[in-house]
């Protein structure tokens, strides 16, 4: 029969590490994919890049290529101010692409499919721009609710709309990775059961498993391209809210 | 009505912002190859909107689909 698609998305304790008020703690396998998502990153960021050579290697301009990327990306969505958060953009974007890469490998376990991690993601950045936009412009940032150029008329409706959309985001920038990753990692695994399943029925099933069998290759190629693009969406999206507690006056 | 027949309802409806986000992707690329083939030397500049254009289009038809897996296998 075809296997259970929800499977692959629950959390197992490796280990305990502590009870804290009641709480057990556990190191659980969501931590371990988490620490090698983080460990890759940072050894493609300090491991080829340590000799600075003049003319780099091959992981030294891929390195470098990620580096300029991301630059660019701010500068064209949030300005030359918008690089003091080089830092904060660019972490988002490598933990998130490398758990989603990590993710497709094949019995490993999608980091960025459950909630509770792309949520938190979400709010940091939201309340990154929250505090910075108070912190920068004071009373100032709340000229982002009321654009210029309005008629008064309509100005309290336009208030209330852009006040209900800003507290949307935090909502729909962590669903839209969190929903990505999920329904593809729930596509690939029910294609590929039909594999097995009609392949079980004989001679014919084997032959006709193989359209299946194409479809999930195809599949996993959408999704390699899915975990790189939400990756870019999730920085790019957080390079615009961050352009907002930078310049708040539209 | 028998409730699972309901769920299995409810997922098939859920299904049709799928269809409905066929059209917004299908929109993104489609006014994009338009502009595209006008003005063929300013469309290279522009891939990484029409991505970001695609990826945001697609995410809703990523939201009805999760609303009809959730009502199959969890709920």
């Known amino acids: 029969m075809v296997a259970n698609p929800i499977e692959q998305f629950e959390i197992h304790p490796i280990f305990r590490i502590a009870n804290i008020a009641g709480h057990e703690i556990y190191f659980t396998n969501s931590g371990a994919y988490m620490l090698a998502a983080v460990v890759l990153t940072a050894a493609l960021m300090l491991g080829p890049t340590a000799a600075r050579r003049l003319v780099p290697s091959r992981m030294q301009s891929v390195a470098e290529l990620s580096y300029e990327f991301i630059t660019n990306m701010i500068r064209s969505a949030a300005g030359e101010h918008g690089l003091k958060f080089f830092p904060l953009v660019f972490s988002l974007f490598m933990f998130v692409l490398f758990a989603n890469i990590v993710g497709l490998v094949p019995y490993t376990f999608s980091v960025t499919s459950q909630i509770v991690i792309t949520a938190a993601l979400a709010l940091l950045v939201f309340f990154t721009v929250i505090i910075h936009g108070f912190w920068q412009h004071g009373l100032h940032f709340l000229k982002l609710f009321a654009p210029s150029g309005v008629p008064i008329l309509i100005l309290p409706m336009i208030v209330i709309i852009e006040i209900l959309s800003f507290f949307a985001r935090p909502i729909s920038h962590s669903v839209r990775l969190f929903a990505n990753i999920l329904a593809g990692h729930i596509t690939l695994k029910l294609v590929a059961g039909f594999v097995v399943a009609i392949g079980s029925l004989g001679a014919f099933g084997w032959l006709a498993a193989t359209l299946p069998l194409v479809f999930t290759v195809a599949l996993f190629a959408l999704e390699l391209l899915v975990a790189f693009l939400q990756a870019y969406v999730f920085a790019i999206l957080t390079c615009i809210y961050l352009n907002d507690s930078l310049h708040p006056s539209h | ?75």
């Open chain 2, 1 to 75: 009505m028998e409730p699972l027949a309901a769920k299995y309802i409810g997922a098939g409806l859920a299904c049709i912002g799928m269809g409905a986000t066929a059209i917004g992707v299908a929109n993104v690329f489609g006014q994009f190859l338009v502009g595209a083939l006008r003005n063929p030397s300013a469309a290279g500049g522009e891939r990484n909107t029409l991505f970001l254009g695609f990826a945001l289009a697609e995410a809703f038809g990523i939201f009805s689909l999760l609303i009809a897996l959730l009502l199959l296998f969890v709920l």
